[in-house]
Structures are given as C-alpha cells and as structure tokens.
T-cell receptor, first 114, second 114 residues
Framework: EAGVTQFPSHSVIEKGQTVTLRCDPISGHDNLYWYRRVMGKEIKFLLHFVKESKQDESGMPNNRFLAERTGGTYSTLKVQPAELEDSGVYFC????????????FGSGTRLTVV | AQSVTQLDSQVPVFEEAPVELRCNYSSSVSVYLFWYVQYPNQGLQLLLKYLSGSTLVKGINGFEAEFNKSQTSFHLRKPSVHISDTAEYFCAVSRETSGSRLTFGEGTQLTVNP
C-alpha cells in the first residue's frame, strides 16, 4: 500500500507570506494527525482529524494556522501570515487502529521562514 | 497529561558495540509505548511498540525494548550496532484510547562510528 505522502518536501518563504502544506494519508485511514518539530525540540502534536472532523486541535499554536481535511481524504495546513518561529518540520501521520497497526508517518515538510 | 523524557540527546558508539537509549515517561493513565526511528532525510518509522503482555518487546532491525512499569521506563537496546543504525530515535506514548495522539520525547541521536 502507498504510504503517507507530504508535499512539498521543503519550502522557503518570507515572513508574512502564506504557505500551504498538504498531506495524503493512507487510503482508508480515518485518523489523520499533524505534528511539528521546531529546531531540535520534541515533536509536538498540532491537531487530529477523524475523517473530515477536527477531533482535537488543542496543539494549534494560534489562529494563523488553519487545517482542513476535504471529504475525509487529504488534508492541508495553511500558515498565514508566516512568522519566523513557524520554521520547522511538519509531519503528518495517519492511523486506522493504533493498537494493531500503529501510526504511519510521512517524510515531513521542512518549512523555513526567512 | 503525558510527558516523555529521553535522557540522552546524543549517543556515540563504535560499530558492533551494544547500545541502550533511555526513555522515561510520566502519565496519570495507562499508556501504549512506542519507539520510532528517523533516518537522514526520511520520515519516522516504527521500530516497536508495547501494548500489553510481555514486557520485553522485539522490533525491527534487531532492536528490543523493555517496559518497566515501576520505573516508568521503556529503554531501547541493541546488542551490536551497525553503521546503518545511525539515526535519530524517538520514544513516544499514547493513551489507551482509540485514535489518541502521540506524545514524543526530544529524540536521541545515535551515531555509530567505524
């Protein structure tokens, strides 16, 4: 089966610009998660979708971040306007049953805001 | 809430030596435990997980981990490492609830030298 796909793999934008990250989960996985790792710190949870609904968005840093999951398939994470502290690696993961199969991660998008 | 502490940020070892990467966690509820590995320029890959049962868990690439409930630890071990094991290793926990998110430690960079 195809894995979790994220694009772009890298993005360099200027402060104040807008960037949209995309994640295509494994087909049939209802659960989709976004995580972020900033500058060698721990990987932190951002939000969790179950199908197209936001189950938990407690990790979203502020209202400059907007996540959507169209029709319960792929998801986008938009940062508008980007700030320097938004730089980091954004990971997407999907899961159908974490007990049986665990979580499958994408390769991440490295975002650099200059 | 859960938290994870990886006690060593960097572990340098020589090829064919044994290695232990330490992980302690804190949680007020029962959790599942995971170790993930990130090779350079790749996504996170599941090494092994502890759900229940035997406290010694075997994973891929010759790694194993032991769950110690009294010590709240989940240390990762390999008896003989290879150059190809050079990567960053992440310990993580999730609540025993379907779809629960992962809480990660800060990661341990394992560098295997010839």
């Amino acid at each position: 089966e195809a894995g979790v796909t994220q694009f772009p793999s890298h993005s360099v934008i200027e402060k104040g610009q807008t960037v949209t990250l995309r994640c295509d989960p494994i087909s049939g996985h209802d659960n989709l998660y976004w995580y972020r790792r900033v500058m060698g710190k721990e990987i932190k949870f951002l939000l969790h979708f179950v199908k197209e609904s936001k189950q938990d968005e407690s990790g979203m840093p502020n209202n400059r971040f907007l996540a959507e999951r169209t029709g319960g398939t792929y998801s986008t994470l938009k940062v508008q306007p980007a700030e320097l502290e938004d730089s980091g690696v954004y990971f997407c993961a999907s899961s159908q049953d974490q007990v049986v199969h665990g979580y499958t991660f994408g390769s991440g998008t490295r975002l650099t805001v200059v | 809430a859960q938290s994870v502490t990886q006690l060593d940020s960097q572990v340098p070892v020589f090829e064919e030596a044994p290695v232990e990467l330490r992980c302690n966690y804190s949680s007020s509820v029962s959790v599942y435990l995971f170790w993930y590995v990130q090779y350079p320029n790749q996504g996170l890959q599941l090494l092994l997980k502890y759900l229940s049962g035997s406290t010694l868990v075997k994973g891929i690439n010759g790694f194993e981990a032991e769950f110690n409930k009294s010590q709240t630890s989940f240390h990762l071990r390999k008896p003989s490492v290879h150059i190809s094991d050079t990567a960053e290793y992440f310990c993580a926990v999730s609540r025993e609830t379907s779809g629960s998110r992962l809480t990660f430690g800060e990661g341990t960079q394992l560098t295997v030298n010839p």
